[in-house]
């Protein structure tokens, strides 16, 4: 295998899903939560996140073709879904939520949505294994492509291992700060995808 096209791929897939960036994002979404449910949530957000980017790696647009869905009408749904996320963050729904259900119920589990989808496996994730498996048809080059990937998934999965040393440095008032600026800037993302998506279809410019 080119150790070119290995680098790239690292690259493309790092850049694209940001273990950095879904860092603070982890923290905003676990906020309370005890090192034992955040571990839980993490490993079930890189688990989900993981297959999905196979199954897209592994046959590519023709997953979304066979139920009729495009890859700008994936953008446009995603971006809506993000949105919703954004507004719970901006206007601290989630916690008016937790207000009306009991302890057991107190924190609702973000691993799959938003956290799997489409944070981690978002269209651009899911675009970039498509066009990266398209470079290196066959089976082999799929296995390279899925093994970079985990590597990628594994540094988001300790990167998330770290959220309560962010919790405890940013303190309660910090963490409802970068919870209000994550938001914002999630629902800037979303925007962002829907426009991708309009402009898939020749809407937007």
Do not use: Y
């Amino acid at each position: 295998m080119d150790s070119a096209f290995l680098i790239t791929t690292f690259v493309t897939l790092l850049v694209i899903i940001d273990p950095f960036g879904l860092t603070p994002m982890f923290v905003a979404l676990t906020q309370g939560m005890s090192p034992a449910q955040r571990r839980a949530i993490a490993l079930r957000a890189c688990l989900t996140g993981t297959g999905v980017l196979m199954v897209f790696a592994a046959f590519g647009e023709s997953v979304l073709g066979f139920v009729g869905i495009s890859m700008h009408a994936f953008r446009i749904a995603g971006g809506i879904l993000l949105f919703l996320t954004a507004l719970d963050m901006l206007f601290e729904r989630r916690s008016k939520r937790r207000a009306h259900r009991n302890e057991e119920e107190e924190h609702p589990d973000p691993s799959v949505f938003p956290l799997a989808i489409p944070l981690i496996a978002g269209p651009g994730a899911i675009a970039s294994v498509i066009l990266l498996t398209g470079q290196q048809p066959g089976w082999a080059g799929w296995a390279w492509v899925v093994a970079v990937l985990m590597a990628v998934i594994l540094l988001v999965f300790l990167m998330f291992l770290t959220a309560s040393l962010f919790e405890r440095a940013l303190g309660k008032t910090g963490i409802n700060v970068i919870t209000r600026l994550l938001g914002m800037l999630l629902a800037a993302l979303a925007v962002q995808f829907v426009l991708d998506g309009l402009r898939g279809f020749g809407l937007a410019g």
